[in-house]
């Protein structure tokens, strides 16, 4: 964050300088409204996400009512870049993730959880995915909270093109 205020300063005070060196034009131009730029950096790291974590999801029912049930899991953030990343991220580097769901991820046999991914997603975000069955993706998206990520959880069907919200959870880091 403290680069990001640096290099906005410098680019601020650069253009004042440039424009302090130029006459002012004889008719002024209309404003345009801009989007807020992009922040550059991002406040999630790698070595402080890394970790053990415990998970709580409530997942609304598949037949579109309004009951949810409680799921219960792991996921292990490694800090190392993985070798098999997912299809359906557009991000830089992700890094290796265990996750175990209770209902939705498949354990191969000697292992404790199925293998994801994870990548921040800028400010305070992060991103841990892992494959469903077919064509399938499932995405815990959610916000850092000291020790804790809550968020929502999301399907993503590469074959069909289906999107939704299955519900949300909480992940507590362990100690």
Not at 37 to 46: C, E, F, I, L, Q
Not at 50 to 58: F, T, V
Not at 102 to 111: K, L
Request: proline fraction near 5%; hydrophobic fraction near 40%.
């Amino acid at each position: 964050m403290r680069r990001l205020t640096a290099r906005l300063f410098a680019v601020s005070l650069l253009s004042a300088i440039a424009a302090c060196s130029h006459s002012a034009p004889e008719t002024a131009a209309t404003p345009v409204d801009e989007p807020a730029p992009t922040p550059v950096g991002m406040a999630v790291s790698p070595t402080a996400m890394a970790g053990s974590y415990r998970i709580s999801a409530q997942i609304q029912s598949s037949r579109g009512g309004t009951a949810r049930s409680n799921q219960t899991g792991s996921m292990q953030l490694a800090q190392t870049a993985t070798a098999a990343p997912l299809s359906s991220s557009n991000s830089g580097t992700q890094l290796n993730a265990t996750i175990s769901l209770q209902g939705y991820t498949r354990a191969p046999r000697g292992r404790s959880g199925q293998a994801g991914a994870w990548w921040p997603i800028g400010g305070d975000s992060v991103v841990v995915g892992f494959a469903a069955q077919g064509a399938a993706e499932i995405q815990l998206r959610g916000a850092i909270h000291g020790r804790t990520i809550q968020g929502d959880v999301w399907y993503f069907s590469s074959g069909s093109g289906a999107t939704f919200q299955m519900g949300t959870f909480t992940a507590t880091k362990g100690r």
